[in-house]
Structure formats: C-alpha cells, structure tokens
C-alpha cells in the first residue's frame, strides 16, 4: 500500500524558515514524481514544487522561487521542502503527493496528476 506522510509543520514568523518531509512507503521516490502543494483557507490546492526524478526537472510557483527548494534524501525514501524567508501569504496546509514518472512539465503543478497524497501538514506565519 502505498502511504505518504508530510510532517514539519508549524508557527513560524515571517522571514524564518522551515522544512517539510515527506516520508513515503510503498514505492520509492525515485521512480516517481513528487510534489508539494498548499491550500490556504477559502482557496485553491496550488502547485508549489515538484521534481520528476526519472529526470530531475524541478518546478517552483513563481511566489516561491529563489525561497523554497525541493530536495530528496533517495536512501530514505524522504523528499523535503525547505522554506526560507516565509511570508504571511506562505500560510496553507502542505501536502507532498506523488505521481507518474510521465507527467509532462506542463502538469507538474496540477494537482489532478498525482495519484497519490498525504495528510497535510499546516504552517502558519505570522507577520
């Protein structure tokens, strides 16, 4: 069975930093893409980075670029999200999914790609 589990989450003030892991069971991350998406209240689920390993091609939402990076510990089987410089708008639950090795660039930061999805895990900054 697959299971993906997110975990780091929490209250951080605006400029600090977190990171976030996705632990996964069931497959390993290597042979799959994963992506980290958000969903703040009353909004959308947003794409916010993903990285599909059979490759290496990386996505950031413009909002993050050059604040987050996606990276992964591959003997682990943990892919993480590190946040740097968060901002108020940064505040959402997170979620790690996992999809095909085939998604095209163009749906990395769709959520109706993946397959798979974990719990989420809520960050807030406070401004």
């Known amino acids: 069975e697959v299971q993906l589990q997110a975990s780091g989450g929490g209250l951080v003030q605006a400029g600090g930093s977190l990171r976030l892991s996705c632990v996964a069971s069931?497959?390993?991350?290597?042979?799959?893409?994963i992506g980290w998406f958000r969903q703040a209240p009353g909004k959308g689920r947003e794409g916010v980075s993903c990285?599909?390993?059979?490759?290496?091609?990386?996505y950031y939402a413009d909002s993050v670029k050059g604040r987050f990076t996606i990276s992964g510990d591959y003997a682990g089987n943990i892919m993480y999200l590190q946040m740097s410089r968060l901002e108020s708008e940064d505040t959402a639950v997170y979620y790690c999914?996992?999809?095909?090795?085939?998604?095209?660039?163009?749906?990395?930061?769709?959520?109706?790609?993946?397959?798979?999805w974990g719990q989420g895990t809520l960050v807030t900054v406070s401004s």
């Open positions: 999914a996992g999809g095909s090795r085939r998604i095209v660039y163009s749906m990395l930061n769709s959520a109706t790609a993946y397959d798979y």
């Open positions: 990285i599909r390993n059979s490759d290496g091609d990386t």
């Open positions: 069931g497959f390993t991350f290597d042979d799959y893409t």
